[in-house]
């Protein structure tokens, strides 16, 4: 079950203007029953969670992270993402806010966190205010009329900037993990994710790619590799069928168009990576899908 709440920017937003805003807040309880939200992405919207009962199993770009009650998730923008509820425990329930308009010192646009590692971190003394915040907000949403709308957005916005601080101090206090790569290595690991983002909807070879960036490509995969725990190609793929998943959520574009934006000449090509990745084919993630701004009252 999921309670979506949209907030609204209204006149009160205009002083801060540039920078980042809570655009909506969810308060989720998930079991083991098999209603589960699809893995997901979302193009423009960085996303913080805070679990708050039960146990989950979250799945970010490719890997598992276990969390229990006074955990944080951070989910990047473009990150490819699904909360499950712990088979046999109690429901797991957690608030969540999209971010939009996030640009953190010395990070690229969208991004919280710049290593695996800490997509899940602990918010240790800060649990209690950060969920008391959510929900206040939540309340306040529910039982303010539109006109109120003003206050809601002042609440949000100082509400969003102490969770930002508390993040960042709850990471100035990690240490960064060493992957064993030497700086050129890592830096070569990048030039490489930036090459398939700006050409993911191409069908470029490993020796096309190579070539551009002046490297062996056998190095080059092994150096991607090792940083990002996926080839050159699983990577591709997931960028796809993540822009894939938002042109389904947030347009009326035929499934056989959006296919063709992304990449694919074949449809059904298309349908079959995506049901591997999904679980379920396009039509049905587009069925399941929440609206970003839909208020949903299951």
């Not at 079950?1 to 655009?23: C, D, E, I, K, T």
């Not at 229990?68 to 998730?73: A, F, R, S, V």
């Not at 006109?147 to 508390?166: E, K, M, R």
Request: glycine share 6%.
């Amino acid at each position: 079950m999921v309670h979506m709440f949209s907030v609204p920017a209204g006149a009160a937003f205009s002083p801060y203007q540039n920078q980042p805003r809570m655009v909506y807040i969810t308060n989720t309880e998930l079991d083991d029953s098999g209603s589960v939200r699809a893995i997901h992405s979302h193009t423009e919207t960085a996303e913080i969670a805070l679990v708050y009962r039960g146990h989950g199993a979250h799945k970010i770009d490719n890997r598992i992270y276990n969390s229990e009650p006074g955990d944080l998730l951070l989910y990047n923008t473009g990150i490819l993402h699904q909360d499950l509820s712990s088979t046999g425990e109690e429901p797991m329930c957690f608030y969540l806010c999209g971010i939009r308009g996030l640009q953190l010192d010395g990070r690229p646009s969208g991004v919280l966190v710049s290593h695996p590692d800490s997509y899940l971190i602990k918010s240790g003394p800060y649990s209690e205010f950060i969920y008391r915040g959510f929900e206040m907000l939540e309340r306040c949403i529910q039982e303010n009329p539109p006109h109120t709308s003003p206050h809601v957005s002042a609440l949000a916005h100082g509400f969003l900037q102490s969770l930002l601080a508390i993040v960042s101090d709850l990471l100035d206090g990690r240490v960064s993990p060493d992957s064993g790569q030497t700086s050129e290595e890592r830096s070569l690991a990048e030039d490489i994710r930036r090459y398939v983002d700006r050409n993911y909807t191409r069908n470029f070879s490993l020796s096309e790619l190579a070539e551009s960036l002046h490297v062996n490509r056998y190095y080059a995969s092994h150096t991607f590799s090792a940083a990002f725990g996926m080839t050159i190609i699983r990577y591709r793929t997931l960028r796809r069928i993540g822009e894939a998943q938002s042109l389904l959520t947030d347009t009326d574009s035929s499934v056989t168009y959006i296919a063709s934006l992304i990449g694919y000449d074949d449809p059904n090509q298309f349908s079959q990576a995506f049901s591997k990745i999904v679980g379920m084919p396009p039509s049905k993630y587009r069925e399941l899908s929440v609206w970003p701004f839909r208020l949903n009252k299951k």
